[in-house]
């Protein structure tokens, strides 16, 4: 299931930024937490690939249920 995104752009006098923002639904799924630092990775022309750093994930790891 996908979550259309407009992406957005807000140009300033010396600069220019550009947003996208996750929905909530995605956010609570992949279980980000505030002030998290992500890296995206140019795939192609298509594909943008958000990594989370190692530290992110065993940190994520450490709070999820062990498996029976």
């Known amino acids: 299931m996908g979550y259309?995104?407009?992406v957005q752009l807000i140009k300033r006098a010396k600069?220019?930024?550009w947003?996208?923002?996750f929905p909530a639904a995605v956010a609570q799924a992949?279980?980000?937490q505030q002030g998290e630092v992500v890296e995206?990775?140019?795939d192609d022309h298509?594909?943008?690939v958000l990594q989370r750093s190692d530290q992110s994930v065993?940190?994520?790891k450490k709070k999820l249920p062990?498996?029976?």
Do not use: A
Request: glycine share 0%; aromatic share 12%.
């Open 46 to 48: 298509q594909r943008l």
């Open 15 to 17: 600069s220019e930024q």
């Open 66 to 68: 062990k498996k029976t």
């Open 58 to 60: 065993s940190d994520l």
């Open 30 to 32: 992949i279980e980000f």
């Open 4 to 6: 259309p995104t407009k």
């Open 19 to 21: 947003y996208v923002n």
């Open 40 to 42: 995206w990775i140019i």
